[in-house]
């Protein structure tokens, strides 16, 4: 089950907001209306995702998130706004937030955003996808058709420090406790590795690892 907390004063959007969610029983909503709650809230219950109104009465919502982070690093923090994300897209990138989303968004593009936050992928609309720009592309020039292979060598630091926990053994519950995460978050994550290894279980994932020389053989 992924629980996710939604931060904002406006009680009508946050119950709107979970009702949403919630037709998906994969995740379990609860709402808090006072940002001055969500440090200690966090403290005492294991959330996965946050998703936060970008400006909160006496709090902006991407400080909110930097406050719960030094507390709950593992927390997977989305900017959830009802202003025009083109005039706030350069603020948001350049937070320390995993997504942001829009209060118009449709029931499966907020589920899809949640899921893509989770695995460290964001969702960003095709308008603003053509304002990015590959400012290196000229100076070096980047092969985009990577192989199988070539594509797990670009395993992250979050991703290499769980397929490390596996090579040792340890269960999801285990890893999780191990590296101060949530077990969702963990589980997420080795989806994502076996995405990218092209296998479909521990088992293989390992010996895949083993022989790209990821992580090293057990003696």
């Known amino acids: 089950m992924t629980n996710v907390l939604i931060v904002d004063d406006h009680p009508a959007v946050g119950m709107g907001t979970k009702a949403m969610i919630e037709q998906n029983s994969e995740m379990n909503v609860d709402v808090v209306e006072n940002p001055g709650e969500v440090e200690n809230i966090v403290l005492n219950k294991d959330y996965d995702v946050l998703l936060i109104d970008l400006y909160i009465p006496g709090m902006n919502g991407i400080e909110l998130s930097k406050r719960v982070k030094q507390k709950r690093p593992d927390v997977t923090a989305i900017i959830y706004t009802g202003f025009d994300l083109s005039t706030h897209f350069n603020m948001l990138v350049e937070a320390e937030v995993e997504g942001f989303v829009s209060k118009t968004a449709s029931q499966e593009q907020l589920l899809t955003a949640i899921r893509c ?18 400012t290196e592309a000229s100076v070096s020039p980047v092969r985009i058709n990577r192989t199988k292979e070539e594509e797990a060598l670009f ?3 979050k991703e290499q420090s769980i397929l490390k926990e596996v090579s040792n053994g340890f269960t999801n519950k285990t890893i999780a406790q191990n ?15 076996f995405n990218k290894l092209d296998v479909r279980s521990r088992t293989e994932a390992l010996y895949k690892a083993h022989e790209l020389g990821l992580i090293s053989k057990a003696k």
Do not use: C, K, W
């Open 117 to 134: 936050a989770m695995r460290d992928e964001v969702v960003i609309p095709l308008h603003l996808f053509r304002q990015l720009r590959r």
């Open 155 to 157: 395993l992250n630091e």
């Open 179 to 193: 590296l101060h995460m949530s077990q969702r978050s963990v589980e997420y994550t080795l989806t994502g590795i």
